[in-house]
């Protein structure tokens, strides 16, 4: 009689303890995917807020390119404008002798009101969604070649597919970003752009002949992160690559799959 006692009262804790444990897996099971869940909202709370926080810099930058465009076109331009027809009516009132050089900087004058209104147009976004990414481009390739600058060449392959303007306004100014850089620090003699409208995806690359850098010394550049930030705005493939005294190249693909979730966000 008392071994079935033992035996009953082993029975009743080892059933308490079992239940015990239960409770315990079932509780650290439930901390355990609540845990999950918060951590799981909260990345993509701070996803979200990233890409708001992205939103919000483009709009402002936006607006400031769209506010400096108006200020070159409507005032500078205006300026220059009047300045050149000042200077063709005093050109009938001079000697001869100073005519000439009264023409050379009216020509000056005049070139240089014919720069500003070509960058006042690609500053403007909405003049961008009017010409398209191809032409926009070119403006900006033709007016190094203008310059002389350096020999700017491109090429495009496909045709081309409508892309929404958000979309295309970055692009552009991802490459915008990487004309100034090849201004600025490359030295290059030429630059090479080419875009390929393929059946899924648009691939654009600009490649230059410059000086190059080490990449891991410009990892954490404004530029960069600026170039990157926004090809993961509109979810595209970014890749730089560059070695000394080979150049750089940049190269994005844009998938056009994208621009419908974009669309969406």
Known sequence: MEQEEIQLLVIISSSILLAIIIFIVIIFSVFQRRK???????AEERQ???IELANSQSEIQEQTLKNISWELHDNIGQLLSVAKLQLNMLSTQVKETNQKALAEVSDV?????????MLSRTLNH????????VEAIKMELQRFNRVKFLEASIDVKGEAKEINNKDEIIIFRIFQEFFSNVTKHSKASKLDVKLDYETEKLTISAEDNGVGFNMNEVKSGLGLINMKSRAELIKADFYLTSKYNEGVKLKLVYPYKNQNQNEQT
Request: aromatic letters at 4%.
């Open 36 to 42: 999950n869940q918060l951590l799981i909202e909260k």
């Open 48 to 50: 979200k807020f990233e």
């Open 109 to 117: 004058i005049g070139k240089s009101l014919q720069d500003i209104r």
């Open 126 to 133: 909405e003049v961008l969604q009017n010409i398209g990414l």
